[in-house]
């Protein structure tokens, strides 16, 4: 399904909640917009935490760690997350108004606290040589079980050119897996697939993809897209970079 909720009174928007809305994701995810000089603590028994920073500054302290975060542009600047397990509380203190986004899941596992800073992120690009480069864009993975086994979670990122697809070629896996969509100008649009279901994506939507579900997206000519990709692991099942290409397209990656 795919969705555009309100923020609430604390600016808080609900994308997932594992017992509430959407609760077949398996994670809680927020968007969260705080105003300078706003506070927030997050800190739980039973869940990981990952807080990225969409856009804005804001200072983050945890466990008697301070780091201020800084990222003018959603689309241009490369990510801070930071991810810690249960237990660890985090304070964000927004330095000018900034928008923060909140993923959590259960793990019982204990690790190491990690702050993924812009020199530790690597930006893959994808699909430029192929298909007269409709499908070009630029892949950022924060983290995943590759260097972070020990999570439930996997974050990352992707930048959609104007009129360009991305998710491609369609393809769907087993993980439930979450959209959140920007656009760099709030009339922007494009549309997400996901099954045989079309939707309209918008500034600040989202997408909330059942595993197995196909999920190929596309964006509008002279509008930029970007958005966060969050997947839930499976018990005894991690996602691997694990692609079930849909089998009538598979063709096209022979081209």
């Known amino acids: 399904m795919l969705k555009n909720s309100i923020y609430n009174e604390d600016k808080i928007k609900t994308i997932s909640e594992i017992n509430g809305e959407n609760k077949n994701m398996m994670m809680d995810i927020y968007s969260k917009i705080m105003s300078k000089d706003e506070y927030f603590r997050v800190v739980s028994d039973d869940k990981e935490i990952a807080i990225l920073l969409i856009q804005g500054s804001v200072n983050l302290e945890w466990k008697g760690n301070s780091y201020i975060a800084k990222r003018e542009s959603f689309f241009d600047d490369l990510p801070i997350c930071l991810h810690v397990p249960k237990n660890v509380e985090i304070i964000v203190k927004a330095l000018e108004e900034s928008e923060i986004l909140i993923q ?3 793990n019982n596992n204990t690790f190491e606290c990690k702050l993924y800073k812009k020199s530790d ?4 690009n994808s699909s430029y040589e192929l298909w007269d480069g409709t499908a070009k864009r630029d892949i950022i993975t924060i983290f995943d079980y590759d260097n972070a086994p020990y999570s439930n979670m996997v974050m990352g990122e992707v930048r959609n050119y104007p009129g360009k ?3 491609f070629v369609p393809h769907s896996h087993p993980h439930p897996e979450v959209y959140y969509y920007r656009f760099d100008k709030s009339q922007g649009f494009g549309a997400c697939f996901i099954g045989d279901n079309a939707y309209k994506i918008t500034d600040g ?10 999920h190929p997206q596309v964006c509008a000519p002279g509008y930029r897209m970007a958005y966060v990709w969050m997947i839930r692991h499976l018990d005894g099942n991690p996602w691997n970079k694990t692609r079930i290409d849909d089998e009538e397209h598979v063709w096209l990656l022979n081209n």
Do not use: L, N, Q
Request: hydrophobic content about 40%.
């Open 104 to 106: 959590k899941t259960i």
């Open 121 to 124: 992120i690597e930006v893959t």
């Open 205 to 214: 939507s989202y997408a909330a993809i059942s595993g197995g579900m196909s």
């Open 165 to 167: 697809w991305s998710s």
